[in-house]
């Protein structure tokens, strides 16, 4: 039997030890490949929370500006709306005479050649008032007396208020008139006396309609629309709405969808001899608008007189209930009722 090698048991022991070994630096070689994927992972998720969080600060930068741009907006809309009331871009006085002997008044021929110069001043036109622009006269303001005073209520002939205003040269510029007919149609609908009005420009072909509003337990208001424009068709809304608490009868005016904002006001001297009323405009496109300021004027004028166009209406519509008394509407009401279309077939 041959004798064993000790050089080959020692290369064998050798060999054995370096399979262990190369099994251990395989172990050791996936480990460290496992720590490096592990080390690089958590790098890129350092880096993917870094990216998120730096997103999430620009965002949140982006969100702080919008806000405080918001905020600021919000801040100077309100500075503005605060000092809206503040800019009286124009202040118009509608004042009434105590007596008849004013410049106006006086003089059977000066009627004569103001109503050659307008067939809207009428034999039985009786001026009561001036109206001024920044102190300057510019115009004035009559009512037809048989129209307000001559009536027979018991024959169904109701008084109707018919207010006129003339420029300075006696040029006619506009007139309110009451509307009996609808007048008397919504105080038997509400049991209310609800007068409602009928506003004429110069040079405008559209008739509008000055309505007070029926609103239970609060003050009153009147609602017309308006096409500011004289060839326009967008029609504007306002309401003028009476103060409360005040010692005069005093309004603001205002669109229905912006009631926080006063467009005009009116404030009623009933302590002045007369009576006066000054209306203080401050939207600084309307008060350019003609058609506006007009409408303004008309409703001052008609302030002299509004309490007494409710008693009336209050006694017409409780007696016509009742069957005492029938109504007759005057030619020139049964006039606004005619179809403008069946004139043009």
């Known amino acids: 039997m041959p004798e064993k090698n000790e050089n080959f048991e020692e290369e064998e022991e ?3 030890y370096n399979e262990d070994e190369d099994k251990d630096t395989e172990i050791e070689s996936k480990s460290k490949k496992d720590a490096k994927k592990e080390k690089k992972s958590k790098t890129k998720k350092s880096k993917d929370t870094k990216d998120t ?6 965002k949140d930068s ?7 741009a918001k905020d600021k907006d919000k801040k100077d809309k309100e500075k503005k709306e605060e000092k809206w009331e503040e800019i009286i871009r124009k202040r118009i006085e509608v004042d009434f005479w105590s007596t008849d002997l004013h410049g106006k008044e006086i003089g059977i021929r000066q009627k004569d050649q103001q109503r050659a110069k307008s067939r809207q001043f009428s034999k039985d036109m009786d001026i009561y008032g001036s109206v001024k622009i920044s102190k300057e006269e510019v115009g004035f303001i009559g009512l037809r007396v048989n129209e307000w005073e001559t009536h027979n209520i018991e024959e169904g002939n109701f008084p109707r208020l018919v207010i006129r ?8 510029l506009g007139s309110i008139e009451q509307d009996n007919i609808k007048s008397l149609a919504l105080s038997t609908a509400y049991d209310h006396p609800i007068p409602v009005f009928d506003v004429f420009h110069s040079g405008v072909e559209q008739v509008f309609t000055l309505e007070k509003v029926r609103r239970i337990g609060s003050s009153d208001r009147f609602i017309v629309p308006l096409i500011l424009e004289t060839d326009g068709n967008i029609v504007d809304y306002f309401i003028i709405s009476e103060k409360r608490m005040t010692l005069g009868s005093d309004w603001k005016v205002y669109r229905p969808t912006d009631e926080k904002k006063t ?5 009623s001297k009933k302590f002045n001899i007369g009576g006066k009323v000054d209306i203080d405009i401050y939207d600084p496109d309307l008060v350019k608008n003609r058609i506006f300021v007009n409408t303004l004027i008309l409703f001052g004028a008609l302030l002299k007189h509004i309490d007494k166009v409710r008693d009336n209406l209050e006694d ?11 109504f007759k509407p005057d030619r020139m009401e049964l006039q606004m009722m005619e179809n403008p279309r069946s004139r043009k077939n």
Do not use: T
């Open 14 to 16: 050798f060999f054995e």
């Open 53 to 58: 969080k730096d997103s999430d600060k620009s």
């Open 62 to 68: 982006k969100n702080a500006k919008e806000k405080d």
């Open 165 to 172: 205003y003339f420029s300075e040269s006696d040029r006619w």
């Open 263 to 267: 467009l005009a006001a009116f404030d």
């Open 316 to 326: 017409q519509y409780k007696k016509y209930m009742k069957k005492e008394i029938p």
